[in-house]
């Protein structure tokens, strides 16, 4: 049973973070660099696709032996909207200390702090898929019964 759910949080956060992520980044780099539209459609689908593919292989892995999140998928493909803003030459901008601490690469506050940064779909879709992993987790763990 835990198995199923976890199964479905799985293809929900795939189709949310696929329909989510490439609109969300494309607007992130069109807010800091607007004359950067073709860039920031070709990005944004690449990030697209490299988060998907990286989300379909991550949750193929059996739970127990993950040693990523999702959400790590996601805040490594910035780098792709750092490196366009960095050619078009946009300003770092304004961080408090512990950002930068935190994300030394991070010059433009790209990084998502959580799944709803991306969209509502995403949001929910982060929510429900870590307490599925959590409870598939616990379900094959959990000491028998006595």
Not at 9 to 35: H, K, S, Y
């Amino acid at each position: 049973m835990a198995d199923d759910v976890y199964d479905e949080a799985c293809r929900a956060l795939i189709d949310a973070v696929g329909a989510e992520l490439g609109p969300w980044m494309e607007g992130r780099i069109l807010q800091l660099a607007p004359g950067q539209v073709d860039r920031a459609a070709a990005v944004a689908s690449q990030a697209t696709t490299e988060v998907v593919e990286g989300l379909r292989a991550l949750v193929a892995t059996d739970i127990d032996a993950q040693r990523g999140t999702p959400l790590q998928l996601v805040r490594r493909v910035t780098r792709l909207a750092t490196a366009v803003l960095r050619d078009a030459g946009v300003a770092p901008v304004h961080r408090d200390p512990w950002q930068t601490e935190a994300e030394p690469n991070d010059d433009y506050d790209l990084i998502p702090a959580t799944w709803a940064d991306l969209g509502p779909e995403s949001g929910e879709a982060g929510l429900v898929w870590g307490a599925a992993k959590a409870m598939a987790h616990l379900d094959r763990h959990r000491p028998p019964a006595e």
